[in-house]
């Protein structure tokens, strides 16, 4: 930056290689001292001319982004700042029309929904609009135009693979969906079935190709470049000849190729057969994590004792035309995949060594330009964003000057097409089971049950070995594909269950049984009844040994609708009792019509009940046995939480370079200092130094909002939605402990008694089971003995506001858990909703209605911003749902 103050200032510079650059002033003033210009030039002072200009580029930084903030106060006053708006949709109209032609009908809704998104306040929505950006929407539009009848050109499909919407994470899927729904597009409900009897054919006739219903001229090619033609076995099941179709169209109208999707789902093979099929030479580069701009650009080799550099692989393909195949993309730097975004975009690049790729057709007379050559292109191959892979966000980088594909696991039509050919002998019967069980895990994997999305590789892999080995136990070759789960007890079980429900085996590993510790609670209504009697004054009641139910009266504790005890459903009583009986209930008039001295009487012996409570759990010994009720039930959603944050923290700890070694690996950009003699030449991996100049990233933020008001004790004993609460908390609790350098986070209560009950402070995080149990008794002490009221939306304002106000953070997010029992409080879904807004850009807020009365939290969802509210009337998935927030939004 100080290079370019002194620049932009001052006018003036030193070059690292001595020359000085003068502004014209100065430059004069050397002149009349009597230097002359060649003398001044051989001493490398060269002057500025006074049309020289400055014209930067950059993106505004995101209120909710974690990235180095460039927009510096040094830097802002060295700038006249224009901003350029989005262009409105008559103008982005215009503008295709200028550039396509006559658009296609589906345009309209396209460009509608781009507006949508970029005016969007949901911030979810607002995210995705670079996605659909100006520039994608002309080479959709130039695909229509070359493709206006092609059966490929479904406009949900395009969206599929312009937003890779199979590979987002699923609250961010359900927001788009919404939002095309809303403009016109809405998902194709019949799944095109690709069968034997109906499918694509390849063809190669009279030198012409032909995929499906798109035709190509194969040209003729010399020897050498034959050579460079790839061969690959390949079966033209009807899923991969689809798209194969696809990408020869975009290839077809000059569009360059990114190719995402899970490992082992066949990119290599659909490119190599691709490039096969068109007879075109292919230069191949894999990216790793220790890739730079100069070994993309230059190859050093040492031939006869002298270092030759020699052209990459991209600078031949971009020279003599090749197709320059990139695997792992999203191994590499940033910075280093961003090089590209310049190749592809203008066909211009700066090589290391000076020189410079130009576009094709520009003047080319400097010896140091490389004319890009007419019929270079590159295809791209990268895996999907996200864990498990956890590389580089290739797609967001630069996946906008590409034509994008989303490469999926094929259908089951197709997939058994394929292992056919791969185990002949097998019977048709085994090879469904097992597609059949590889596609229930897949399903698993997108729902986040499973960490690993099984591919068609594992597939194979299995049926390779059946149809080599056909005595083989299907455990033994199972073994192949899953042994590396076996150190996850709780994933390997629910692979086992999905085995056997599909007739494979058993018996991959002896199977763990895990003890229930929950007990199934019977559905218990509530029956309205009328008492008619007048209380006397609180108390406790009698404990009955035997349990037995007690409807009225005011002698038992534990009883329901009556009067005086602590129970359910009655009136007077001190705190709620509850005995697992079916509760009678009174009605609200009945309730409030209690004398005021009672009602100050009951609320006395209520804070005292609650306070020798409070004392209890905190004297009392650790109770494993009963935590483990909560805790067991969750373990399989702790231990997938935990398996992303401990590879997140594993890769933001990745080791770095060191340089100038006198042992290690051979540094070969320091070849040459080798054989001068020098003896540094080596590098090795150590750890980062804390303390350099790198940007630190700010952990995540979590503030989790339970519900502890009344309603959660008094109606858990029909859905369970205390207990579930309870569940919820302990997972947060368990899966984000020694994880505080990613996420640090924080649980607070609301209840009629307040909105911001702590329960977990920052910074101050249980450690161990006696911890944790301790804050979930606590949190049911509250729930049981806490006074009527509900403050929801005040405890998501004010804990919205509390994280915006934070300044450690970037990223924030708010989980407000209710029992959508906001019409008795005359409370609007409209005031939730602005609640959870706010003003804070940096927060996300969400609620999860885990309770409710009749249709009350579906009507306040819908009446919510799509992707903002849950309904969890099965409590078993809150955990889920709880996980794919957490993915979406923090992870």
Same mark, same amino acid.
């Given at each position: 930056?100080?290079?370019?103050?002194?620049?932009?200032?001052?006018?003036?510079?030193?070059?690292?290689?001595?020359?000085?650059?003068?502004?014209?002033?100065?430059?004069?003033?050397?002149?009349?001292?009597?230097?002359?210009?060649?003398?001044?030039?051989?001493?490398?002072?060269?002057?500025?001319?006074?049309s020289?200009?400055?014209?930067?580029?950059?993106?505004?930084?995101?209120?909710?982004?974690?990235?180095?903030?460039?927009?510096?106060?040094?830097?802002?006053?060295?700038?006249?700042?224009?901003?350029?708006?989005?262009?409105?949709?008559?103008?982005?109209?215009?503008l295709?029309?200028?550039?396509?032609g006559?658009?296609?009908?589906?345009?309209?809704?396209?460009?509608?929904?781009a507006?949508?998104?970029?005016?969007?306040?949901?911030?979810?929505?607002? /995210?995705?609009?670079?996605?659909?950006?100006?520039? @994608? &929407?002309?080479?959709?539009? !130039? #695909?229509? $135009?070359? *493709?206006?009848?092609?059966?490929?050109?479904d406009?949900?499909?395009?969206?599929?693979?312009?937003?890779?919407?199979?590979?987002?994470?699923?609250?961010?899927?359900?927001?788009?969906?919404?939002?095309?729904?809303?403009?016109?597009?809405?998902?194709?409900?019949?799944?095109?079935?690709?069968?034997?009897?109906?499918?694509?054919?390849?063809?190669?006739?009279?030198?012409?190709?032909?995929?499906?219903?798109?035709?190509?001229?194969?040209?003729?090619?010399?020897?050498?470049?034959?050579?460079?033609?790839?061969?690959?076995?390949?079966?033209?099941?009807?899923?991969?000849v689809?798209?194969?179709?696809?990408?020869?169209?975009?290839?077809l109208?000059?569009?360059?190729?990114?190719?995402?999707?899970?490992? /082992?789902?066949?990119?290599?093979?659909l490119?190599d @057969? &691709?490039?096969?099929?068109? !007879? #075109?030479? $292919?230069? *191949?580069?894999?990216?790793?994590?220790?890739?730079t701009?100069?070994?993309?650009?230059?190859?050093?080799?040492?031939?006869?004792?002298?270092?030759?550099?020699?052209?990459?692989?991209?600078?031949?393909?971009?020279?003599?035309?090749?197709?320059?195949?990139?695997?792992?993309?999203?191994?590499?730097?940033?910075?280093?995949?961003?090089?590209?975004?310049?190749?592809?975009?203008?066909?211009?690049?700066?090589?290391s060594?000076?020189?410079?790729?130009?576009?094709?057709?520009?003047?080319a007379?400097?010896?140091?330009?490389?004319?890009?050559?007419?019929?270079?292109?590159?295809?791209?191959?990268?895996n999907?964003?996200?864990?498990?892979?956890?590389?580089?966000?290739?797609?967001?980088?630069?996946?906008?000057?590409?034509?994008?594909?989303?490469?999926?696991?094929?259908?089951?039509?197709?997939?058994?097409?394929?292992?056919?050919?791969?185990?002949?002998?097998?019977?048709?019967?085994?090879?469904?089971?097992?597609?059949?069980?590889?596609?229930?895990?897949?399903?698993?994997?997108?729902?986040?049950?499973?960490?690993?999305?099984?591919?068609?590789?594992?597939?194979?892999?299995?049926?390779?070995?059946?149809?080599?080995?056909?005595?083989?136990?299907?455990?033994?070759?199972?073994?192949?594909?899953?042994?590396?789960?076996?150190?996850?007890?709780?994933?390997?079980?629910?692979?086992?269950?999905?085995?056997?429900?599909?007739?494979?085996?058993?018996?991959?590993?002896?199977?763990?049984?895990?003890q229930?510790?929950?007990?199934k609670?019977?559905?218990?209504?509530?029956?309205?009844?009328?008492?008619?009697?007048?209380?006397?004054?609180?108390?406790?009641?009698?404990?009955?040994?035997?349990?037995e139910p007690?409807?009225?009266?005011n002698?038992?504790?534990?009883?329901?609708?009556?009067?005086?005890?602590?129970?359910?459903?009655?009136?007077?009583?001190?705190?709620?009792?509850?005995?697992?009986?079916?509760?009678?209930?009174?009605s609200?008039?009945?309730?409030?019509?209690?004398?005021?001295?009672?009602?100050?009487?009951?609320?006395?012996?209520?804070?005292?009940?609650?306070?020798?409570?409070?004392?209890?759990?905190?004297m009392?010994?650790?109770?494993?046995?009963?935590?483990?009720?909560?805790?067991?039930?969750?373990?399989k959603?702790?231990?997938?939480?935990?398996?992303?944050?401990?590879?997140?923290?594993?890769?933001?700890?990745?080791?770095?370079?060191?340089?100038?070694?006198s042992?290690?690996?051979?540094?070969?950009?320091?070849?040459?200092?080798?054989?001068?003699?020098?003896?540094?030449?080596?590098?090795?991996?150590?750890?980062?130094?804390?303390?350099?100049?790198?940007?630190?990233?700010?952990?995540?933020?979590?503030?989790?909002?339970?519900?502890?008001?009344?309603?959660?004790?008094?109606?858990?004993?029909?859905?369970?939605?205390?207990?579930?609460?309870?569940?919820?908390?302990?997972?947060?609790m368990?899966?984000?402990?020694?994880?505080?350098?990613?996420?640090?986070?924080?649980?607070?209560?609301?209840?009629?008694?307040?909105?911001?009950?702590?329960?977990?402070?920052?910074?101050?995080?249980?450690?161990?089971?006696?911890?944790?149990?301790?804050?979930?008794?606590?949190?049911?002490?509250?729930?049981?003995?806490c006074?009527?009221?509900?403050?929801?939306?005040?405890?998501?304002?004010?804990?919205?506001?509390?994280?915006?106000?934070?300044?450690?953070?970037?990223?924030?997010?708010?989980?407000?858990?209710?029992?959508?029992n906001?019409?008795?409080?005359?409370?609007?879904?409209?005031?939730?909703?602005?609640a959870?807004?706010?003003?804070?850009?940096?927060?996300?807020?969400?609620?999860?209605?885990?309770?409710?009365?009749?249709?009350?939290?579906?009507?306040?969802?819908?009446?919510?911003?799509?992707?903002?509210?849950?309904?969890?009337?099965?409590?078993?998935?809150?955990?889920?749902?709880l996980?794919?927030?957490?993915?979406?939004?923090?992870?």
């Amino acid at each position: 930056m100080c290079i370019w103050t002194i620049l932009i200032q001052d006018r003036e510079v030193q070059l690292c290689d001595g020359t000085r650059l003068l502004r014209q002033d100065r430059y004069h003033a050397l002149l009349q001292n009597g230097f002359s210009k060649s003398q001044l030039s051989e001493r490398n002072v060269l002057p500025i001319p006074d049309s020289f200009r400055i014209i930067a580029l950059g993106e505004p930084l995101k209120s909710n982004s974690a990235q180095f903030n460039w927009l510096t106060p040094q830097l802002l006053g060295m700038f006249l700042y224009q901003e350029l708006r989005p262009l409105q949709q008559n103008e982005e109209q215009e503008l295709i029309f200028q550039l396509c032609g006559e658009l296609h009908p589906n345009m309209k809704k396209l460009m509608m929904l781009a507006q949508v998104l970029r005016n969007s306040k949901n911030p979810l929505l607002y /995210g995705l609009a670079e996605t659909l950006s100006t520039r @994608r &929407l002309v080479k959709i539009g !130039r #695909r229509l $135009r070359a *493709y206006p009848s092609s059966n490929l050109n479904d406009i949900y499909d395009i969206l599929q693979h312009t937003f890779l919407i199979k590979f987002m994470p699923s609250l961010s899927r359900t927001v788009l969906e919404e939002a095309m729904m809303k403009t016109g597009i809405e998902k194709y409900r019949n799944t095109r079935r690709c069968n034997n009897e109906d499918r694509r054919l390849i063809s190669v006739v009279n030198n012409k190709l032909r995929i499906g219903e798109t035709e190509m001229e194969l040209l003729e090619i010399s020897l050498d470049q034959q050579s460079k033609v790839p061969s690959t076995l390949f079966y033209d099941m009807p899923h991969h000849v689809m798209m194969l179709e696809r990408l020869l169209q975009d290839f077809l109208i000059g569009e360059h190729l990114l190719l995402v999707g899970n490992q /082992g789902v066949g990119k290599n093979k659909l490119v190599d @057969r &691709l490039l096969e099929l068109m !007879r #075109r030479p $292919r230069e *191949y580069l894999q990216l790793h994590r220790d890739t730079t701009v100069h070994s993309l650009t230059v190859q050093s080799t040492l031939i006869d004792g002298k270092v030759v550099f020699q052209d990459s692989a991209l600078v031949k393909a971009a020279k003599f035309g090749y197709v320059l195949v990139i695997d792992e993309a999203d191994k590499a730097p940033v910075n280093v995949s961003c090089i590209l975004r310049t190749l592809i975009e203008r066909g211009e690049m700066v090589l290391s060594d000076g020189r410079i790729i130009v576009p094709f057709g520009a003047c080319a007379k400097d010896p140091n330009s490389i004319e890009t050559h007419a019929d270079f292109r590159v295809i791209v191959l990268a895996n999907r964003p996200g864990y498990p892979f956890l590389g580089n966000n290739f797609f967001a980088a630069v996946g906008d000057v590409f034509s994008c594909h989303a490469i999926e696991n094929p259908t089951p039509e197709s997939e058994i097409y394929l292992l056919q050919r791969y185990g002949p002998s097998l019977p048709i019967k085994t090879l469904t089971k097992i597609v059949n069980a590889f596609g229930e895990l897949r399903s698993m994997a997108d729902e986040g049950l499973l960490n690993y999305p099984y591919s068609t590789r594992e597939v194979i892999s299995i049926v390779k070995h059946l149809e080599r080995y056909p005595e083989e136990d299907m455990s033994e070759v199972a073994r192949n594909v899953f042994d590396f789960d076996r150190y996850h007890p709780e994933t390997l079980e629910q692979i086992t269950e999905v085995l056997a429900k599909h007739g494979l085996s058993i018996n991959v590993y002896e199977r763990n049984e895990m003890q229930n510790f929950r007990k199934k609670q019977q559905i218990k209504l509530s029956i309205e009844r009328h008492s008619g009697l007048d209380v006397s004054g609180p108390k406790v009641g009698k404990l009955d040994p035997k349990n037995e139910p007690h409807v009225g009266g005011n002698t038992w504790a534990g009883g329901s609708g009556g009067r005086d005890t602590a129970g359910l459903g009655g009136k007077g009583g001190p705190f709620r009792l509850d005995k697992g009986h079916t509760v009678h209930q009174l009605s609200d008039e009945e309730k409030a019509n209690i004398p005021q001295e009672i009602k100050r009487a009951a609320r006395e012996m209520n804070r005292k009940a609650y306070e020798e409570k409070l004392k209890e759990i905190k004297m009392s010994a650790h109770d494993y046995s009963l935590y483990a009720q909560f805790s067991k039930a969750n373990r399989k959603q702790v231990q997938q939480l935990r398996s992303i944050l401990e590879a997140m923290q594993t890769k933001d700890n990745e080791r770095q370079w060191q340089k100038y070694q006198s042992h290690g690996d051979v540094d070969d950009t320091r070849l040459i200092e080798g054989i001068a003699g020098e003896k540094n030449i080596y590098r090795r991996r150590i750890d980062a130094d804390p303390w350099s100049n790198n940007i630190h990233e700010k952990p995540n933020r979590l503030k989790l909002v339970v519900d502890v008001s009344g309603s959660m004790y008094r109606f858990n004993g029909y859905d369970g939605r205390l207990d579930r609460q309870l569940e919820a908390v302990v997972m947060v609790m368990e899966a984000f402990e020694g994880y505080e350098k990613k996420i640090v986070f924080d649980i607070v209560g609301h209840s009629g008694e307040g909105w911001e009950i702590p329960f977990v402070n920052v910074g101050n995080c249980p450690k161990n089971e006696k911890e944790r149990f301790e804050i979930i008794r606590m949190m049911h002490a509250h729930s049981q003995f806490c006074w009527a009221g509900d403050s929801t939306v005040k405890a998501a304002r004010e804990a919205c506001s509390t994280l915006g106000a934070e300044v450690d953070y970037d990223n924030g997010i708010v989980v407000l858990l209710s029992d959508a029992n906001l019409a008795r409080y005359a409370i609007s879904s409209k005031d939730l909703a602005e609640a959870l807004s706010g003003s804070q850009p940096k927060v996300k807020g969400y609620v999860i209605f885990i309770g409710s009365f009749a249709e009350e939290a579906k009507k306040i969802r819908n009446e919510m911003p799509v992707g903002q509210s849950y309904v969890c009337l099965d409590l078993t998935k809150l955990p889920q749902i709880l996980q794919q927030i957490f993915a979406s939004s923090i992870l």
